[in-house]
């Protein structure tokens, strides 16, 4: 496994697979790997003859400073991990390499910044869109790959693609989840014990509520009983938990089992927040 910096590195690198038509594959990550990163990567062994692993923490999609300051990074034992998992290539490169100078540019992906985490993270979209198409930019991979446990950053990858004709192919990971139904989550690092064990309300209510809508419930009333159930426990607050139609990425107020949907939902645990969402119908 190497580690690159530069673009200017990865080009020299990149010549070989390109003179013998390799396909690249691109998993990007902030680092803290767990075994949801992990499956990113095996999913991009399968499919592509070249692994690429980006770890950068990009500070323009933080609206939270202590959030980005606090982001748990362990660029040793990731290392470890993703030689083990069979990558060929780390990017790790310096705030300085990616943001020379600070972004002028704003990405607006139009009603995606208004609703769910565009609504709760002003900016936040914005900074991946940038950080994203760099990445794209100097890699220049064949094929990327991202999680289904950012639903809502699937659709702003899409639509980055779709919008600015990258030509890579977007492959979409289903969410790795602990044993008890946590969808793993580097931030989950920076959970007590305690309020790992309260974090499971979130899968819990979205099981409940899934099963509830198959079984004909009105969405409203499964809504509203959810977030009474939430304010009972005082350490948890819960920001949003919404019926999204998956194509247009929409919310809805009705379940319609012939609609590709998902419920989507962020809650603070203590000062950590956390988002996980749960596909109904494929
Ligand atoms: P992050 O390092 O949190 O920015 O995540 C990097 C990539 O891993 C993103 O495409 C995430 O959606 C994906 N990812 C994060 N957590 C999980 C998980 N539990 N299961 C599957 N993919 C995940």
């Not at 190497?2 to 013998?20: C, E, H, P, Y």
């Not at 919310?251 to 000062?271: L, R, S, T």
Request: glycine share 6%; with cysteine; aromatic share 10%.
């Amino acid at each position: 496994m190497q580690v690159f910096r530069t673009g200017a590195d990865w080009n020299k690198i990149r010549l070989q697979f390109i003179q013998s038509n390799k396909s690249i594959g691109l998993v990007p990550t902030m680092g803290a790997l767990h075994q949801g990163h992990l499956d990113l990567v095996k999913k991009c062994g399968a499919q592509a003859d070249c692994t690429v692993v980006s770890i950068f923490v990009n500070p323009t999609q933080f609206n939270n400073q202590e959030d980005f300051e606090k982001y748990p990074s362990s660029v040793k034992e990731d290392l470890d991990l993703l030689e083990s998992a069979g990558v060929h290539y780390v990017f790790l490169p310096e705030v300085g390499t990616m943001y020379p100078s600070s972004p002028v540019l704003k990405l607006n992906f139009g009603h995606l910044e208004r609703i769910l985490e565009g609504a709760f993270r002003p900016g936040h979209f914005n900074g991946v869109g940038v950080i994203v198409s760099k990445l794209f930019h100097i890699i220049r991979p064949d094929l990327a790959f991202f999680g289904q446990k950012d639903l809502q950053q699937v659709a702003i990858i899409q639509t980055l693609v779709r919008d600015l004709s990258f030509p890579i192919e977007i492959i979409v990971v289903p969410t790795r989840r602990e044993e008890d139904g946590l969808a793993m989550s580097s931030r989950n690092r920076r959970l007590s014990d305690l309020e790992r064990k309260t974090a499971l309300i979130i899968f819990e209510s979205l099981s409940v509520a899934a099963k509830e809508l198959k079984e004909g419930k009105e969405w409203l009333v499964v809504q509203e009983q959810i977030f009474r159930q939430f304010q009972e426990q005082e350490s948890v607050k819960l920001e949003y938990f919404e019926l999204v139609e998956r194509e247009a990425f929409e919310i809805k107020k009705q379940f319609d089992p012939h609609q590709k949907m998902a419920i989507c939902a962020a809650a603070y645990v203590g000062e950590i927040r956390l988002i996980d969402n749960l596909i109904i119908n494929s």
